[in-house]
């Protein structure tokens, strides 16, 4: 019995914790070295009284004490600062152990204090940004992919309140996306799978449309997985940012790499990129037009390049007003069109050139004192199994030839 209380003692000394037994009235019975050391900045280094000594941070603590009727708990990790300039944090916990019988155990939790400062400081500059970004919204997802939090950003950006959004899923916000390797073509958002790739990837970007109240807008969503210390998976965060001035923008650049700026029709470039899409998916051969102005030099030398841009945009617009939606109409270069017509057998595509032809035999262009007319030479080709476009233009524009030789002002098809 001797040993084990001197072993009791021994490690009462030795704890790194403050340890006080004291009566209801305060009274210290029994006190540690570490809490002597513990409580010295609030006792100036003198412990008769603990409740005394701790009245100034805990007032109500006395009043506790000598209300508490049964064993058990009274103060539990209670935090306390006994100087407010001081960086020293105390924890305390006390608890009845019989009557008039007490302990009290107090710890430094200095350093965790000043981390969780310091947590709630990072807290409150993020909450700020999220709260103030005018451009974004940052929100987040649980685990089972719904929208577990919602701050200002979001009420502002998507013009919905949290009551509105949460527990709801990704595809209530982007209903619909960009469908992968297409720059137009979307597909409604399948969040399941758009949220196992971004687990399988750490990260997914989405682009699509968005109401913002009012106002359709163009989103572009990065959603990311979030882990914590430990690498355990706590869900995602997703960034969204409004980015429609910045599509028009790169869609009006697109359009003017695109497109013939005199005609407005499709460059020969666009239109051969076109061109292999039609043909990769139609299913049967179509057909091709070679469609040139005849004798326009002469309209240039003898009225000026100001009359031949204008016979220029005539040929254009009779072109685009005798196409189908479905049909590719492009301006090759000079005074060269030509017009691919999907899904249209040779038959068909003769009945289309010769309307073309008549259209603009009939064509009357008033400039000055001069009446412009002009008539043109259309080459026909009918696409053979698997022909490459370059072969069809090719075959198009031999049969064009034969139209100039044969006399101009007909169509001429290669298929005899």
């Not at 030795?14 to 809490?35: D, K, M, Y």
């Not at 701790?54 to 306390?80: N, S």
């Not at 254009?316 to 691919?340: M, N, T, Y």
Request: charged share 30%; aromatic share 6%.
């Amino acid at each position: 019995m001797a040993e084990d209380t001197e072993s009791l003692l021994q490690f009462l000394y030795l704890a790194p914790v403050g340890i006080c037994r004291f009566r209801t009235s305060g009274e210290v019975a029994l006190l540690n070295p570490g809490c002597i050391r513990l409580l010295a900045p609030v006792t100036d280094g003198v412990v008769d009284n603990l409740l005394t000594a701790l009245e100034p941070h805990l007032p109500e603590l006395r009043k506790a004490v000598e209300e508490a009727d049964e064993p058990g708990p009274i103060l539990q990790r209670e935090w306390i600062r006994p100087h407010p300039d001081d960086a020293l944090v105390l924890e305390i916990t006390i608890v009845k152990i019989g009557d008039d019988d007490f302990m009290a155990v107090i710890d430094d939790v200095s350093s965790l204090a000043a981390h969780e400062r310091e947590l709630q400081e990072d807290r409150a500059y993020f909450q700020a940004i999220f709260d103030n970004v005018r451009d974004y919204a940052i929100y987040s997802l649980g685990p089972d992919g719904l929208i577990d939090s919602w701050n200002r950003s979001g009420e502002r950006f998507f013009r919905l309140s949290g009551g509105q959004i949460l527990g709801k899923a990704l595809d209530e916000l982007h209903a619909q996306v960009l469908a992968e390797g297409t720059e137009d073509e979307l597909e409604a958002l399948d969040a399941d799978a758009a949220l196992a790739k971004v687990r399988e990837l750490g990260w997914v970007e989405l682009g699509g449309p968005v109401e913002r109240g009012s106002r359709a807008c163009w989103v572009e969503a990065v959603v990311s997985v979030m882990v914590d210390d430990q690498g355990d998976f706590l869900g995602y965060s997703v960034i969204a940012r409004d980015v429609t001035a910045e599509r028009q923008e790169e869609r009006a650049l697109r359009a003017l790499a695109e497109k013939d700026p005199l005609t407005g029709l499709s460059n020969r470039r666009a239109f051969e990129q076109r061109a292999r899409e039609v043909l990769k998916s139609a299913e049967d051969r179509g057909s091709f037009l070679m469609v040139d102005a005849d004798h326009f030099k002469a309209v240039n030398d003898t009225l000026g390049h100001d009359a031949g841009d204008r016979v220029l945009q005539e040929l254009a617009r009779i072109l685009r007003e005798s196409s189908r939606e479905s049909d590719v109409v492009a301006r090759l270069g000079g005074e060269e069109f030509g017009v691919l017509l999907p899904g249209t057998p040779t038959a068909g595509a003769m009945i289309v050139a010769e309307r073309i032809r008549r259209r603009i035999g009939e064509l009357r262009i008033e400039w000055g004192d001069e009446t412009i007319t002009v008539t043109t030479s259309i080459g026909l080709a009918t696409r053979r199994h698997d022909e490459p476009l370059q072969a069809l233009m090719k075959r198009s524009d031999e049969a064009l030839y034969a139209a100039k030789e044969g006399g101009r002002d007909r169509v001429m098809s290669a298929e005899g």
